[in-house]
Each structure stands twice: as structure tokens, then as C-alpha cells.
């Protein structure tokens, strides 16, 4: 007589194994995805801090040159320096313009982006003026832009990751050390927060 061949035992092995591919499948579809968002909060963070550090140079240097007109000539050595500072800055801005996307709000993606056609319009205009009444037009404007770099700053922050003290302290005053002055006061904050602790 012929003996039937027991089936169980290898039956359950190939379900194991088909259980363990399906698991592994899942398992790595849920890494990949948890990674791909990690990977992308961490390009916001960058180009949040990217921009924002940019625009808190822009408004220190508009600040600057905005300042430095009440000095001597208006539109003096000092005050095209400035200026020219200033549109290194939009070019860093143009560099990185591609980092632009990784910023998921929309609305801020597009206020950054229009400020930053406005700001280059307006610095080129000055630099490029034939005459005084040229550049003093082009800079009120460049005037009523800057106001609306300190809006855009306090919402890249957040985004970033980064505390506002440093931005809001930055000068252009050679002898005033308020970036480092601010981060120090931060420091001792947080050592004494945990030493209360």
C-alpha cells in the first residue's frame, strides 16, 4: 500500500516564509516612507534657514546703507558698497533658488520669491541709476520692501527650527557684538534652566 506524503509541515513553512516576505515588504515600504519624510523635513529646515539668513542680511544691509546716506555724500563709496553687499546677497538667494520647493507653505514659498524679484529690481535700479533723483526713487522702494522682510523672517523661523534672538539683534555697527551677545544670553538661560532641574 501506498503511503500518502504528510503535507502539514511543509504546508506551514511556506506560510511562515510567505508571512515573513509580506512583513518584510511592509516593514521596508514604512522605513522608506518614514525616511523620505525625515529627508524632506530636514531640506525645510535648510532652506528655511537658508532664506531667513538671507533676508536678516538683506534688512541689515538696507538698514545700513538707509544709515550710512545721512553720512557725507548720499551716494558715496560707503553707501554703494552697501548696496553692492546687498545684491550679493540676492545672488545667494539666485543660487539657491532650486531649495525654493522644499518649503511645503505655499503662500510663503510665493511671498519669498516676490520679495526677492522686488529686492534685485530695486538694488539694480539703484546701482544702475544715470542720476541722485533715480537712486533716491529706487531706494524708497527698496525702503517700503525691507519693511516686509521682518514679516517673512519670523515665518521662516518657526520652520527652521532656529530661535528668533539672532535674527532680531543682528548689526551692522562694527563694534556691537549683539548676534554673539544674544546667543550667550541664551546659553546662560539654558544653563541655568537645567541646573534648576
Not at 511562515?16 to 529646515?45: K, N, P, Q, S
Not at 545672488?91 to 534685485?120: F, P
Amino acid at each position: 500500500m501506498r503511503e500518502i506524503p504528510e503535507i502539514g509541515h511543509e504546508a506551514s513553512t511556506l506560510i511562515a516564509v510567505a508571512m515573513g516576505a509580506i512583513l518584510a515588504t511592509i516593514g521596508g515600504f514604512l522605513a522608506t516612507v518614514y525616511e523620505a519624510r525625515l529627508h524632506r523635513r530636514d531640506r525645510e529646515r535648510a532652506a528655511a534657514l537658508t532664506f531667513g539668513e538671507i533676508l536678516a542680511s538683506l534688512r541689515v544691509l538696507i538698514r545700513a546703507a538707509e544709515e550710512s546716506r545721512g553720512i557725507g555724500d548720499p551716494w558715496g563709496p560707503l553707501t554703494m558698497r552697501i548696496f553692492r553687499g546687498a545684491r550679493r546677497e540676492v545672488d545667494a538667494y539666485e543660487r539657491n533658488r532650486t531649495a525654493l520647493s522644499d518649503l511645503r507653505d505655499t503662500s510663503l514659498r510665493l511671498a519669498l520669491h516676490a520679495v526677492m524679484i522686488r529686492m534685485a529690481l530695486g538694488i539694480d535700479g539703484l546701482l544702475e541709476a544715470p542720476t541722485d533723483e533715480t537712486r533716491l526713487a529706487a531706494n524708497e522702494y527698496l525702503q517700503e520692501i525691507a519693511a516686509g522682510l521682518d514679516d517673512l523672517v519670523h515665518r521662516l523661523v518657526p520652520v527652521a527650527a532656529q530661535p528668533i534672538t539672532p535674527y532680531d539683534t543682528l548689526s551692522h555697527h562694527p563694534t556691537q557684538n549683539a548676534p554673539s551677545a544674544a546667543l550667550d544670553t541664551g546659553r546662560a538661560r539654558a544653563a541655568a534652566e537645567a541646573a534648576r532641574r
